[in-house]
């Protein structure tokens, strides 16, 4: 009860505000003005991966309405279609759909977030939702992106409809981010709550998406091409939104559509590595025997088309486009960013203090061990695709405001027991290391947030701070310390000025994992 008290000044604030920031631009003050510019940043990041339009560019009718085309292939029509979809962007993916492709559509069912069709009608996003009368059927689940039963009861439905096709048929299967939460399956004895219970175990422990995904996939019927192999012998067009880094098919919502490439060897490692394998249930051990002694080895998908439709790139790349529009140069870091959300925050430090001395001329000859401990953190972090030194030399010719913008998904080592998410979590730390000293005659500017419009257990996206975060939490009498080692940055947020540092988007149909800018301005 104490802990909601404490949020509900926060929620009440939010609620009468506006959706975007503060009053006009002209009567800001420079940091709102660079807030504003930073959210118009970010919509126009998720703008570009909207269900609808990424679907619509992706599948095409022949004039006689009897073939589909999908990128080069093309495949017939006869009223002989099945949709089947699971994640947090497949309510608007099946909603345009369905209209392109109704008069052949048999039957479809989607696994949705919890809530989504009442938020989507709330914030007037008709073009998300199905049509009355619609041939698909809508299961609610997996409410703070967790599979519960009514996941379970959405994924045996959709188990159900692909094991009754036949080689007359076509499945058209939506994939987006939040997909493994909404497509729970456990291969007997596991029940969802030890599957439930061993996923959460290794998200506490820092495991990656890969690693959680691989143990998924080992325990699921569905997973690891198993949604595939229950259509065969239907053909199946698999339509796939990326929430991943790299966009690798096997991982994204564990790879219903795609055979896996992991042993049981591969899970066994991840168990050993972050000390559960002890610990693990019968059940649990029971399937990881069966998977090590199937005769029959790995599954074969050849009958599966998988096409992704939107990833994060292309949200960077509209982000991008219109900080130039914004007058800013502008460059994407990097689309790979991950590693612990500390690390992370340091590596953005890194980079401000180092950029923020390229723009200034009079801070040009400073030591150089900022910019050596920047590059070996680079190194470190392993990004594959890091444009860093492209990145300091743009920044070093530019005659003004300069955008880097960057996506991912770092993770955080849960350690305390307060409310949060990894955006607002990585803003605070880098609020921290934005305050260590001074950097110059800039303002700097960072922000992070989901692109979903839900960061963790939260209602928020995410969080922007500025180099003052450090001074002004400390006149507010607030301590980022505690915050930090609770993890506990949203209850940090919602009284920090107000709650204005939170980004407030609501859900936003689509998920392409998060987008960081970092927004050095010359005053």
Not at 151 to 173: K, N, P
Not at 284 to 296: M, N
Request: with cysteine; charged share 20%; net charge negative.
């Amino acid at each position: 009860m104490a802990a909601a008290l404490q949020v509900l000044p926060c929620l009440l604030r939010a609620l009468s505000r506006p959706l975007l920031w503060g009053p006009p631009v002209a009567r800001m003050t420079s940091g709102m003005a660079l807030a504003e510019q930073a959210r118009q940043l970010f919509d126009s990041a998720v703008g570009a991966v909207q269900p609808g339009p990424m679907l619509q560019r992706t599948l095409s009718l022949d004039p006689s309405g009897r073939q589909l085309k999908v990128r080069d292939r093309t495949f017939q029509l006869r009223e002989n279609l099945y949709l089947v979809g699971f994640g947090k962007a497949v309510l608007g993916m099946a909603a345009a759909a369905e209209e392109l492709l109704a008069q052949h559509l048999v039957q479809g069912v989607i696994s949705v977030p919890k809530g989504i069709r009442a938020a989507m009608e709330h914030a007037g996003k008709k073009e998300m939702l199905l049509k009355p009368h619609s041939r698909v059927q809508v299961f609610e689940g997996a409410e703070d992106n967790l599979p519960d039963r009514d996941a379970l009861r959405a994924a045996l439905t959709i188990q159900q409809l692909a094991e009754g096709l036949t080689a007359d048929d076509l499945l058209l299967v939506l994939i987006s981010g939040g997909g493994s939460a909404l497509l729970p399956a456990p291969i007997p004895p596991v029940t969802l709550e030890e599957k439930q219970m061993l996923t959460k175990l290794l998200a506490a422990r820092g495991a990656t998406i890969q690693e959680l995904n691989t143990i998924r996939k080992a325990l699921s019927q569905l997973k690891g091409g198993g949604l595939a192999q229950a259509a065969y012998p239907a053909q199946v067009i698999s339509l796939i939104l990326s929430d991943v880094i790299g966009d690798p098919l096997e991982v994204i919502a564990s790879g219903p559509t795609v055979a896996s490439a992991h042993s049981v060897q591969d899970c066994l490692h991840i168990l050993n590595h972050y000390g559960l394998r002890a610990a693990l249930p019968r059940s649990v051990k029971t399937v990881l025997s069966r998977a090590d002694s199937d005769p029959h080895g790995p599954h074969t998908c050849g009958h599966v088309l998988n096409v992704i439709i939107g990833s994060n790139s292309l949200a960077l790349a509209e982000a991008q486009r219109q900080a130039e529009v914004l007058g800013y140069h502008s460059m994407v870091l990097s689309t790979a960013m991950q590693g612990d959300v500390k690390r992370v925050a340091r590596f953005y430090g890194l980079l401000a203090r180092v950029a923020a001395a390229h723009l200034t001329p009079s801070l040009a000859e400073r030591p150089l061990e900022e910019e050596v401990e920047l590059h070996q953190l680079a190194a470190e972090l392993q990004l594959p695709d890091l444009q860093l030194e492209e990145a300091l030399e743009a920044v070093a010719k530019a005659k003004g405001p300069v955008c880097l913008l960057a996506g991912g998904e770092p993770t955080v080592q849960l350690q305390g027991s307060g409310k949060g998410g990894r955006n607002q979590e990585l803003a605070l730390h880098v609020g921290v290391e934005l305050g260590r000293q001074p950097l110059g005659p800039i303002d700097v500017l960072f922000l992070s947030g989901g692109t979903d419009g839900q960061d963790g257990p939260t209602k928020v996206a995410g969080a922007w701070v500025m180099s003052d975060l450090v001074s002004q939490a400390s006149a507010e009498s607030l301590d980022i310390a505690t915050s930090l080692a609770n993890n506990d940055s949203y209850t940090f947020f919602c009284h920090f000025r107000g709650g204005t540092h939170l980004l407030h988007t609501g859900l936003t149909g689509t998920n392409v994992m998060d987008v960081h800018l970092l927004i050095l301005h010359p005053q």
